[in-house]
């Protein structure tokens, strides 16, 4: 018999995929003798049940009815007892945090004859009333499925009857009317009563809080935060704590370190007179901790010791939602806490430094993700001018965007590709699709623990919230800035999300101060602490990693930006882009030969330039190697477009012109060269192996570099790679041409030049026949870009526009392989690739060039696969530094 309710006093923090974070955590505490009002926790799997089958799952039911007499029986009171009525809380909350994405609903058990007990016992008319208002709105739209709009038109209606500006100031009577109304609306909408029975709300609301799950913005969410669609969420049965019942009642947020910095010490917001969802939703303004310690300070002390409790049992920041009731405390959630990239560096040096946590597992909290955040640029300080406004810098960041009012609006130019800035008062889980289509979200309201924030920082996305001196006017779509400036949709404004601050127009970036510590430049002392913070995970990233990191470079900048990034040697210097500009004239030349002496000709004034390249990337590099690879895109992309060709022909023929003699010799060359599938047509190997003189030409000019080199002093280290072989035979050729070319470099310089010759596995038959090749290959590096390409047999130039986005909806694949090597594919193939490969050859040296080399989740894979290094882009450089090492814990 499956179980399917755990008290919290039966559960614990390892229990996250059954409970749900909020359940197992709400455990945790309840354990560690925290003050939660008691409750208990309905399984994930149940969920899973009920989703599967649309229906209760069996048994369920009588277990919840055993839960909650327990509960009963402890409080002394029954759920809706007419004159102590018990309330509880139905509250959602998945494996993973999805915060507001799914529903709760609170002060189940009132009715129309508890309300009026929990008048009498409270003390307070008032404080009754509202809360069965609240629960007739939250089950009404989320359980009965009315429009939540509607019932916040009736409120703004009987405000504006009664002549009332707040919600404050509605009383009693006003309250027991709206209840009425509601109850009325709730009928008229669905022809249904709302229901009456305390067991039946309660039932039913589990039902929809298990339906939320599949919720439009729960799944958005659920894309965008990469997680599984089938874990389903648990279900809370909690007792209600009131922070409505007066001014010595209320609701806050905190952290125990300060989540956009890391500072140490408690840091939060807090409502006096109100429920939690208010805390949240930024309808009215928060106050800082620091007040609640004046209004409070014997609540505020106890805040603070249980701050401390978590974090030391967490080890790590924690964040709390609390109530105080008539000045009792109640703790009401935590998790560990999301944070800025920023400060998670920071968290991490300082909990190392005050040794609650192991170097290692400093290192293992930070990713290379947050890494690449801090390399952003930021705003040029000296350029931007007076700021339109300032608010709360709630999640880091430099962004330009034009302002949209709404997240449809947001939505829409995203997609048209333009930036947007979304600018709301404050925003809610319906906002969602803006949020993630904006550059930066902006909000007059809330602080640093508000929706915009909590969902900005988790997302990476810029956040500047509570600039309370705008007014913002949603439905006129503009703003108001306090000097008069009015910004109407489609203004382009600059957002500082680390200051704070909101600029006029698009104000010019400037490298980050981690950047320039990367870069080797000093550091301003303003941004000291996480640029050390970096400085020390990378220190301690690169002491326990085993992948060397190369780079990606084909210039002598490149290469040496690189090396100052920590790259170990380039992984793949590609040389196409030596062959454009100017000497393209020479390729052509080479290309259209009409017999050996012209194309030796080309050819001869071509190796002069390549050797020059090398040299300058060989003494960038110098003592470190240089993986060279030979000439590898398709010819006709060094020729002219051939539609362009014929138009230019056709129309001299129109106008009576004899066409350009050389215009008509290229356009039979470039339809001579034609090809349906160039990717897979002449390139690669195939040229060195069609085209005569061409590797020579590009080995002579290595080996003439080394050369240099040697006589300079220096110690180059070129390895020549041959792109695209798919047969052992292919490679052995050019193989024996590369030597016969050194041999002759060696014999007319009197510098004996070895390299070693290799090549790159990015053809299914290359990996499947890896052992052969190896006998041929002095090493292997995984062109994954190709090896992608040719192993799922699309074209990555023509699908990432049209269907890849339906794949990706439709979750044919969680991200595209493109970005993330397919380890199930693309993955098989390198571990077959690898194995083969060195049985043949022991001393086999593997790497990655493609762009999966500085993916954080493909680095960990190639850690596993067994590679020695992995090559990215200069600039990815510090990241998979960061992931190798953190792929070795
Ligand atoms: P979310 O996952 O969206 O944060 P929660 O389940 O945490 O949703 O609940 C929403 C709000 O309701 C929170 O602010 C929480 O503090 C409040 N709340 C939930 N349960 C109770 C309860 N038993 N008593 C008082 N407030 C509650
Ligand atoms: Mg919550
Ligand atoms: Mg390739």
Redesign the pocket.
């Known amino acids: 018999m499956v179980r399917y309710v755990y008290d919290f006093t039966q559960g614990g923090r390892d229990m996250a995929g059954l409970l749900g974070g909020?359940g197992a955590n709400l455990a945790e505490m309840t354990r560690l003798g925290l003050p939660v009002?008691p409750?208990f926790v309905i399984t994930t799997e149940a969920c899973r049940a009920f989703l599967a089958t649309g229906g209760e799952p069996a048994g369920l039911w009588r277990e919840v009815s055993g839960r909650l007499e327990a509960l009963e029986a402890a409080a002394g009171r029954r759920l809706g007892q007419p004159d102590d009525p018990l309330l509880?809380?139905v509250?959602?909350?998945a494996r993973f945090s999805?915060?507001?994405?799914?529903e709760?609903i609170?002060d189940i058990g009132l009715n129309d004859d508890s309300v009026l007990g929990l008048a009498k016992v409270s003390g307070s008319e008032r404080f009754a009333w509202d809360s069965y208002r609240r629960l007739l709105q939250m089950f009404g739209s989320t359980v009965m499925g009315v429009d939540a709009a509607l019932f916040e038109g009736e409120l703004a209606l009987l405000k504006d009857v009664r002549g009332i500006p707040d919600d404050v100031h509605l009383g009693a009577a006003d309250l027991a009317r709206l209840v009425e109304i509601y109850k009325d609306l709730i009928h008229d909408e669905t022809g249904d009563w709302f229901p009456q029975c305390p067991a039946e709300q309660l039932r039913r609301a589990v039902l929809a809080v298990f339906a939320s799950w599949n919720g439009q913005r729960a799944r958005l969410y659920r894309r965008r935060e990469h997680i599984p669609d089938g874990l389903g969420t648990a279900v809370?049965v909690?007792?209600?704590?009131?922070?409505n019942l007066g001014p010595d009642s209320g609701?806050g947020v905190a952290f125990t370190r300060d989540p956009a910095t890391g500072r140490p010490g408690p840091y939060g917001d807090y409502l006096a007179d109100a429920?939690?969802?208010d805390?949240?939703a930024g309808v009215r303004d928060t106050v800082p901790l620091t007040e609640l310690e004046r209004r409070d300070p014997g609540s505020y002390a106890r805040l603070r010791e249980h701050l401390r409790t978590l974090e030391r049992h967490y080890r790590d920041l924690c964040d709390i939602?609390f109530?105080i009731e008539r000045g009792t405390l109640?703790i009401?959630?935590t998790r560990v806490g999301k944070r800025t990239a920023e400060a998670a560096f920071a968290i991490a040096a300082q909990l190392a430094d005050e040794r609650v946590i192991t170097p290692d597992e400093g290192l293992a909290r930070v990713s290379g993700e947050e890494l690449a955040r801090l390399m952003f640029p930021r705003f040029d300080t000296s350029a931007t001018g007076d700021a339109l406004a300032r608010g709360v810098p709630a999640s880091p960041g430099a962004a330009v965007g034009a302002a949209v009012f709404d997240s449809a609006e947001a939505v829409r130019r995203a997609a048209a590709g333009e930036k947007v800035v979304l600018v709301r008062q404050e925003t809610t889980p319906d906002d969602l699709p803006g949020m993630i289509a904006a550059q930066a979200v902006l909000t007059s309201r809330g602080g640093k623990t508000s929706h915009a924030a909590v969902v900005a920082r988790g997302m990476g996305k810029v956040c500047v919230c509570g600039a309370e001196e705008l007014s913002v006017d949603v439905r006129a779509r503009h703003f108001t800035a306090p000097d008069g400036t009015v910004v109407g949709e489609g203004t382009v404004l600059s957002v500082d999300g680390s200051a704070g601050a909101v600029y006029p127009g698009s104000v010019p970036l400037v490298d980050s101060a981690v950047m320039r510590f990367l870069e080797g430049g000093d550091t301003d002392e303003k941004a000291a602490g996480v640029v050390e913070a970096v400085a020390r995970a990378l220190a301690r990233a690169d002491t326990v990693r085993r992948l060397e990191v190369r780079a990606n470079a084909d210039t002598p900048e490149d290469a040496a930006r690189a090396r100052r990034f920590g790259a170990q040697g380039i992984g793949l210097c590609r040389t196409e882009h030596m062959f454009l500009g100017e000497r393209r004239q020479l390729v052509e030349d080479m290309i259209l030969a009409r017999s050996d002496t012209e194309r030796d000709r080309a050819l001869a004034a071509l190796l002069p330039l390549q050797r020059r390249d090398f040299t300058g990337i060989l003494q960038a590099m110098d003592g470190l190697p240089v993986t060279i690879r030979l000439l590898d895109p398709p010819l006709h992309e060094f020729l002219p477009d051939r539609t362009e060709l014929a138009v230019r022909i056709a129309t001299a023929r129109a106008r009576g012109d004899l066409p350009d003699p050389h215009d008509a010799e290229l356009l039979a060359a470039v339809n001579r060269m034609h090809e349906e599938n160039p990717m897979l047509g002449l390139r690669g190997v195939r040229l060195g192996l069609l085209v005569p003189g061409l590797v020579a030409m590009q080995v002579r000019a290595i080996g003439e570099a080394v050369v240099e080199r040697t006589r300079a002093g220096g110690t180059p280290r070129a390895e020549i790679m041959v792109p695209l072989v798919g047969d052992v035979r292919e490679l052995r050729i050019v193989r024996d041409e590369v030597e016969r070319v050194l041999a002759e470099v060696s014999e007319e310089s009197g510098v004996l030049v070895t390299c070693p010759v290799g090549t790159m596995i990015e053809l299914p038959r290359a990996a499947l026949t890896a052992g052969r090749i190896a006998e041929e290959a002095q090493f292997f590096s995984f062109g994954t870009n190709d090896l992608t390409q040719t192993t799922w047999g699309f074209s990555r130039d023509d699908v990432e526009a049209e269907f890849f986005s339906a794949y990706l909806d439709r979750g044919v694949f969680p991200a595209s392989p493109f970005e993330t090597l397919d380890i199930d594919g693309v993955g098989r193939l390198v571990r077959i690739a690898v194995a083969e490969g060195r049985a043949a050859r022991p001393d086999l040296t593997i790497g990655v060039c493609g762009e999966h080399g500085g993916d954080p989740g493909s680095v960990h894979f190639f850690h596993t696969a067994g590679l020695d290094y992995v090559s990215c882009s200069p600039f990815r450089v510090p990241v998979a530094r960061l992931e190798a090492g953190r792929a070795a814990l």
């Open positions: 909020k009002p409750g509880v809380s509250r959602s909350g999805m915060p507001g994405m799914m709760t609170l809370t909690q007792r209600m704590v009131f922070g609701s429920q939690g969802e805390v949240v939602e109530t109640w009401l959630q």
